[in-house]
Structures are given as C-alpha cells and as structure tokens.
C-alpha cells in the first residue's frame, strides 16, 4: 500500500497527493506571486489527474513520503520503503502514469539508497536525494549516474535553488539549514539552532519562491 498522508506544494506549483495506487494532481494557475494585503479571494483554474496504476512498475510503492515535480512536468516520488526513487511521467491524454526511471537501489555503496526522504531536481536535471537512513544527500545526474554524495545526518528535505545549490533540512551540525554548492563540495550554514539542545523535526517540503526566498 502505497500513501503521501498529505498534500504537498511543488516548486512549480502543484500540489501532489498519492494514496494507494492511485495519484492526484491539481496544477493551480494563475495565483498572484505576492499575497494581497486585502481578504480578496483570488480565482484559480484547476485540473485534475487521476491515474489508478504506474505502467512500468511491477512491485508496488511502500511507505512512498515526498512527491514533487520538476520544469518538464515529470514527477518524482521517493519511494521510502524500497530504497528507491520514481521518475513518473504522465501520458498526454492523462490516462496513466509511466514509470521512466529508477534512481537508487537498497545498500550503503556509492548512489545506494536507505529510506530516501527529500527529493529536489535543478535546472539542468539533477536530482537530489534526502537519504535519512544513511544520514547523506546524494547527487545524480538526469540519466541515473550517481555523481556525488556528503554526509548529513538526519536530512530530511532539500530543496534546489535557481542558481543550481541546495539547502537541506535539517542542518548538519549546529545549523538548522544548511547552503551545499551543487557539487556538495562547499557547505555553509543559513539558519542556526538557538542553543545546543534544540531539536526541530520534519519530513514537510519546503520551496522556494523565483528569487529563493
């Protein structure tokens, strides 16, 4: 059985929920980038996917947590209790969902996967991995290859920004959020705790607006 237990807002703004086989998305447009100061209501236009299976998938999601989706309208799914994530790609008439690539697979080694959590995609394709269970963020290129990984215990979601870095939460260290470079090779803290015993937990998405606020 496969279940997101909530909604979550994508960077492209849509919101994905995925419960037993079946997939929901509802892309939201035409919402003003700035809240208004008033109360107004602010009209939207919706449409709905429904898809009752993923073509290409023989054996099923398990304990499946974050659902986003890149520029190019593929979807992502961390599938948690396989070790494993999904590139999922809608048909044109919405009929189903096909499964285009796996990233990951159960182990420690280098790309090797354990309750992967956070996914985020860059501008060119990148995708990175959230690993919990093995406490690292994980790089690959847009085919699958495994390119680089750093260590950070208890990651749990991560984000990519426009100019192709990544912040991850929670923070490694005493920081809260950590800034890496898009090679994970440099790392500097952005928010830090406010003394050395506060904790914060939270597999929710955080985005990012056009100028990464």
Not at 23 to 47: C, F, N, R, Y
Request: proline share 6%; glycine share 10%; net charge negative.
């Amino acid at each position: 059985m496969s279940r997101i237990v909530r909604p979550l807002m994508s960077p492209i703004g849509r919101v994905c929920v995925l419960g037993a086989a079946t997939i929901w998305l509802v892309a939201i447009m035409g919402l003003s980038p700035s809240a208004p100061d008033s109360a107004e209501s602010t009209p939207v236009a919706e449409t709905t996917l429904r898809v009752e299976a993923l073509d290409g998938l023989e054996d099923p999601l398990y304990m499946a947590m974050i659902l986003t989706a890149s520029s190019t309208g593929d979807l992502y799914v961390s599938d948690t209790g396989n070790n494993r994530v999904l590139q999922l790609r809608p048909t044109v008439d919405h009929s189903s969902v096909n499964v285009i690539q796996v990233f990951g697979s159960k182990g420690e080694g280098p790309g090797e996967l354990k309750q992967p959590s956070g996914v985020a995609i860059d501008a060119s394709g990148n995708l990175f991995v959230a690993d919990d269970g093995l406490g690292r963020i994980t790089k690959y290129a847009p085919d699958g290859t495994y390119l680089a990984s750093v260590t950070q215990r208890g990651v749990s979601s991560i984000v990519a920004t426009s100019t192709g870095e990544v912040l991850a939460w929670p923070g490694e260290g005493e920081a809260l959020l950590t800034r890496y470079s898009g090679d994970l090779t440099d790392a500097e803290p952005v928010l830090r705790k406010p003394d050395a015993g506060y904790k914060a937990w939270t597999h929710s998405l955080f985005v990012l607006d056009s100028e990464d606020n």
